[in-house]
């Protein structure tokens, strides 16, 4: 199973661009990444998910690395309702068992204006 | 999400008496899943289902029990509930058999006194 490690904690202001790595240096070749943001009292929301090099929305963007052995979030522009917890993911594609799922602790970020 | 609904939000009761709590779906989803989550710390799986007819632990299914009664609905038990079982769970529905988001609903603050 792919272990991530983010940063516990980070600070920002409003109208940065914030940039949040995660490492996963046992990625395997069939593992996605996957980000989610949970604000107090709501359950996990999705942001973005890739497996390779850059990926974009509206909300996003993610940068994956030749080796996948981390990858970053970048928020452009980032608002007081960003602020909140960010949790990486590493899974299989075709996950036929979901204990493969994990949730590590994740970024809180704080945005300060 | 309100796609996903959890019942009830909250629910303060004694060590050792029987919980339920419920989890509803609209998205058509055939997977759903139940986690555990303690202040400060992510999200431990506790039991999953891909199917009506499929139910698997997770990380953290000591303790509790789960029942798929159809494809919307997967509710968990505590049969006896004890103190450290205290947390804010979460019910989440994905779709399909490849690495899909997962979509959380909004919670259950369970109290065990």
């Known amino acids: 199973l792919a272990k991530t490690t983010q940063p516990i904690s980070m600070d920002s202001y409003e109208g940065q661009e914030v940039n949040i790595t995660c490492s996963h240096n046992n990625i395997a070749t069939n593992d996605y990444i996957t980000w989610y943001q949970q604000f107090p009292s709501q359950g996990p929301r999705f942001i973005i998910q890739g497996y390779k090099t850059k990926v974009t929305n509206e909300v996003a963007s993610l940068f994956i690395p030749a080796d996948r052995k981390s990858s970053t979030l970048s928020l452009p522009r980032v608002s007081l309702s960003d602020t909140a917890v960010y949790y990486c993911l590493v899974g299989p594609i075709n996950y036929s068992s979901a204990s493969k799922i994990i949730f590590g602790s994740g970024t809180r970020l704080s945005i300060r204006p | 999400d309100a796609d996903v609904t959890q019942t009830p939000r909250n629910r303060i009761t004694k060590t050792g008496k029987r919980i339920m709590l419920e989890c509803s779906q609209t998205?058509?989803?055939?997977?759903m899943y139940w986690y555990r989550q303690d202040p400060g710390l992510g999200l431990r799986l506790i039991y999953y289902?891909?199917?009506?007819?499929?139910?698997n632990k997770g990380e953290i299914s000591d303790g509790y029990s789960v029942s798929r009664q159809a494809q919307a609905k997967f509710s968990l038990s505590l049969e006896s509930a004890i103190p450290n079982q205290t947390a804010l769970y979460f019910c989440a529905t994905s779709a399909g058999t490849t690495n899909q988001p997962q979509h959380f609903g909004d919670g259950t603050r369970l109290s065990i006194l």
């Open positions: 998205k058509g989803h055939d997977r």
């Open positions: 289902s891909f199917d009506v007819k499929d139910i």
